[in-house]
């Protein structure tokens, strides 16, 4: 039995003047409306996203699952970007327990000191001392895979560049604004060694999914997008204790998809990948096994297609990026553009990864 | 126009730092930086911890690493973030004489405004060595930063 998605969700993501479960229910009644169902026919409502100091507010599910529909029924909830609840849904389904399921996604940045809040996160006693922010976590990855394979500005540069190009055509994406490499290179330094450019800016936006399993998913509608694979993985939180130059719970995740899919990088014919960096951008790719590593650069010339949503530099909203790229990924199986993907999600410090392949 | 209100949490916790932890802080009293080795790989783990994640087993050993070693990565925040303090200050890691995992910290001891030469100063490979808090208290903050070693 296979689990398709049926109906998708995406809000604007932009700087909202609505609280985040108004958002949400925004994109949960876009996917129902898109898949043509009440939401009496759900029958399991999986919440993803940050919660607690990521919103401010504890028991975030208190707000988002009368959002999804879930009034007076039952939920659960991934406190991660929502692209990790995916798999929760999907073996909700798989397993026979639930016919049609629901993600719903939120990200709020706009509300939230961000980098205080993910500061909260480093251990107490060791680490929350040394103030630490989210970017200067990722900043320090950058500067070892610089270093250990020769990318150079220019090389960096040109992932802003591309990401910027596409997110223009995306109707959904938050940052629209083209830059040249020069305009990247010659811009302020903002986390040695990431130029403002090179790191995702904050917005908020919320996506919601809608999952059936086979027979009920093609009476609902006649094309589903199908979930072929799926992985996720968590590696050492001390930073001390990774090698920084590599990806590697992206590297098992993607492992861990491929397998279920049966299916290899070759295969693939577009990615969605969560470049919350220009280096990252680079970075996912080598460790997704679509070049080898160090060698990610060679394919911003390439005709594989690579964030055609623009990617997270473009629009990231805390807790809900790695959806939007799966939703924009599903869109492209579903315009047929495509037959099948992959996206990718990561969240701390690189250290979390999820991954789906869909097709079509 | 919506209307916004500021809301803040302030919680006190009390976190025990348990067996290894206690340990490594009141070393950082003599000034003297205390890892684990795990009976099994043989690494030397800093921070020091009740188990090796890898192999699954104990940590058994502790082993006294020195407080110099050498810089593996850097960053330095010319933007600032709420609640965190005003830039420049420069995050790494040093993985220290003695041990085979590397320790997050503060660098400094050098002009930080100029990225140019933290990057010349903190090169991957650069040595640099613990500069110590005078009045010590058993804290991470007791090392206040690395420096470069000269020559």
Known sequence: ?360 | MVLKFETKWEIPYVHSAGEHGTKFFEALKDKKIMGVKCPECGRVLIPPRAFCERCFVDTADWVEVSDEGEVVTVTVTYIKFTGLPDPPYATGIVKLDGADTGMLCLLGGIDLSDWKKVHETFKPGARVRAVWKEEREGKITDILYFEPVEG
């Open chain 1, 1 to 360: 039995m296979k689990v398709g998605i049926v109906g998708i969700g995406i809000t604007d993501f932009k700087i909202h003047d609505e609280p985040f479960y108004n958002v949400a229910y925004v994109a949960a009644k876009k996917a129902m409306e898109d898949a043509e169902i009440e939401r009496r026919e759900i029958d399991s409502f999986i919440l993803g996203g940050y919660d607690n100091l990521g919103v401010g507010r504890t028991i975030s599910n208190m707000y988002v699952a009368p959002a999804a529909g879930g009034y007076l029924r039952h939920e659960i909830r991934v406190s991660e970007d929502a692209a990790f609840a995916l798999p929760l849904a999907y073996m909700r389904v798989k397993s026979g327990l639930s016919d049609v399921a629901i993600v719903l996604g939120f990200g709020h940045s706009s509300e939230t000191p961000v980098e205080l809040v993910e500061l909260q996160s480093l251990d107490p006693l060791f680490h929350r001392d040394l103030k630490l922010s989210l970017q200067m976590g990722y900043a320090m990855q950058s500067y070892v895979y610089r270093n250990s394979f020769n990318v150079s500005e220019e090389d960096t540069a040109k992932v802003v560049v591309k990401d910027r190009k596409n997110a223009l055509k995306n109707e959904y994406s938050f940052l629209k604004e083209s830059i040249s490499v020069e305009e990247v290179i010659n811009s302020d330094m903002a986390v040695y060694p990431l130029r403002r450019p090179e790191i995702a800016q904050w917005c908020d936006g919320c996506v919601a999914f809608i999952l059936a399993e086979e027979t009920t998913a093609k009476r609902i509608n006649p094309d589903p997008i199908w979930i072929k694979g799926l992985g996720w993985t968590y590696d050492n939180y001390f930073m001390g204790t990774r090698d920084l130059s590599k990806l590697f719970a992206t590297a098992k995740a993607a492992e861990m998809a491929y397998g279920m899919a049966n299916l290899k990088p070759s295969d693939i014919e577009a990615a969605e990948i969560m470049d919350l960096t220009s280096d990252y951008h680079f970075m996912i790719l080598e460790a997704l096994g679509f070049a080898e590593y160090g060698k990610g650069k060679e394919l911003i010339d390439s005709d594989f297609p690579v964030n055609k949503s623009g990617g997270a530099l473009c629009t990231n909203a805390y807790g809900s990026t790695g959806a939007f790229l799966l939703a924009n990924l599903a869109l492209q199986i579903r315009e047929g553009e495509i037959e099948k993907g992959i996206a990718h999600a990561m969240t701390g410090i690189g250290q979390n990864a999820a991954i789906a392949i869909l097709s079509s």
